[in-house]
């Protein structure tokens, strides 16, 4: 079972539409979950982080964690074309520092 | 200011070259960290500096080595490497290497191994 895990895609959304992705974990004791968003051939940008049970909204995205299901998503409102990207989930495992990401979803906003 | 600079931009090297990668950031951060990303893969960790001491190694061959000469300094030293090691290196740094800090990446430098 691969530490984390998210629906490579892609995924095709109209424009203004909601845009959900989403991401499973294996490790129980990890506290700290992100979302990055990579265009192609630039780095990954951090978009949100979540650490506690629950929602947590800045502008158009919301980011959810579950622990209990070892579940983390994203959704995106009002999608637009310049949101068509990779979405990157990572996350921290214990105290180590060590970042480990999923394989990415690629979504698609089409005008 | 979350801003993480890395040169080169782009590097093309031969098997038999030596050539370094540099990463610099100046938010006070404390704990430096290498990626290696291939095309349409995610990141992997290759090293974590903290307190500009090496804390992980994720098994990376020794052509590749890291060097922390102060906290706002992180190089990657490259020698005889092989074609597949092409990709996409990325620098990142957080305050503290810990289970809470968001990591903050740079722009990456795109290397080619001829």
């Known amino acids: 079972q691969k530490e984390v895990e998210q629906n490579s895609g892609p995924l095709s959304v109209p424009e203004g539409a909601i845009a959900s992705l989403n991401c499973t974990y294996s490790?129980?004791?990890?506290?700290?979950f992100f979302w990055y968003r990579q265009y192609s051939g630039k780095s990954p940008e951090l978009i949100m982080s979540i650490y506690s049970n629950g929602d947590k909204e800045d502008g158009r995205f919301t980011a959810q964690l579950n622990k209990a299901s070892q579940y983390v998503s994203l959704l995106i409102r009002d999608s637009q074309p310049s949101d068509s990207a990779t979405y990157l989930c990572?996350?921290?495992?214990?105290?180590?520092?060590?970042?480990?990401f999923g394989q990415g979803t690629t979504l698609q906003v089409k005008p | 200011d979350t801003e993480v600079t890395q040169t080169p931009k782009h590097l093309v090297m031969g098997m038999t070259n030596k050539k370094s990668l540099k990463c610099e950031q100046h938010?006070?951060?404390?704990?430096m960290y290498w990626y290696k990303q291939k095309a349409k893969k995610p990141p992997e960790l290759m090293f974590v500096?903290?307190?500009?001491?090496?804390?992980i190694n994720e098994s990376v061959p020794s052509r590749f080595s890291p060097e922390c000469p102060n906290s706002s300094l992180l190089n990657l030293h490259l020698h005889a490497l092989q074609p597949e090691d092409s990709a996409l290196y990325l620098c990142a740094s957080s305050q503290v290497a810990s289970g809470k800090e968001t990591q903050y990446f740079g722009p990456g430098t795109r290397l080619l191994v001829l």
């Open positions: 500096y903290s307190y500009e001491k090496l804390s």
């Open positions: 938010m006070g951060h404390r704990a």
């Open positions: 990572a996350v921290l495992l214990g105290n180590t520092g060590k970042l480990i």
């Open positions: 490790d129980r004791v990890s506290q700290s």
